[in-house]
């Protein structure tokens, strides 16, 4: 009797463990998210990868700053062009490169909406467009405060 019991509580013991480690393995947050790193809109088009893309500001219908960054994964530049309400910024994206607006300032000269919202912006590339919203940020958090336009 004893010696069934042992066998089955081992039994049990294995099955858990063996359920814990193929669980383990269901999912991979960097895999699916090795190019996200801050809260911002990603988009892909046309080859380009725009992830976390947000703007910083330091209130409504004041100057902001693109933040974010933009991969290219095609042999060839691709010109981008970003479009709010009333500003219009073009970038070229190196092939198989990377632009970091953190390092490549560009300023939309008036954002719509205040920070803590999201607004709307249009990327545009190889004649393909698409809407994304964006969210709006100021320097209240320390790491945003020194992109906001002065």
């Known amino acids: 009797m004893r010696v069934k019991k042992v066998i089955r509580s081992f039994i049990s013991a294995v099955l858990v463990l063996l359920g814990a480690l193929a669980l383990s393995g269901c999912y991979n947050a960097e895999a699916d998210n090795y190019k996200s790193v801050a809260p911002g809109s990603n988009l892909d088009l046309q080859g380009l990868e725009l992830r976390s893309i947000s703007i910083v500001s330091a209130a409504e219908n004041q100057p902001g700053r693109l933040l974010g960054t933009v991969f290219n994964t095609t042999a060839e530049d691709i ?71 002065k």
């Open 79 to 149: 010109g981008l062009i970003i479009r709010d309400k009333d500003d219009t910024v073009q970038v070229t994206v190196p092939a198989k490169g990377k632009i970091g607006f953190d390092t490549a300032e560009h300023i939309l000269q008036s954002t719509r909406d205040p920070p803590g919202a999201r607004t709307n912006l249009t990327i545009e590339a190889k004649g393909d467009s698409k809407v994304t919203d964006v969210p709006v940020l100021d320097g209240t958090l320390s790491q945003y405060a020194p992109y906001v336009p």
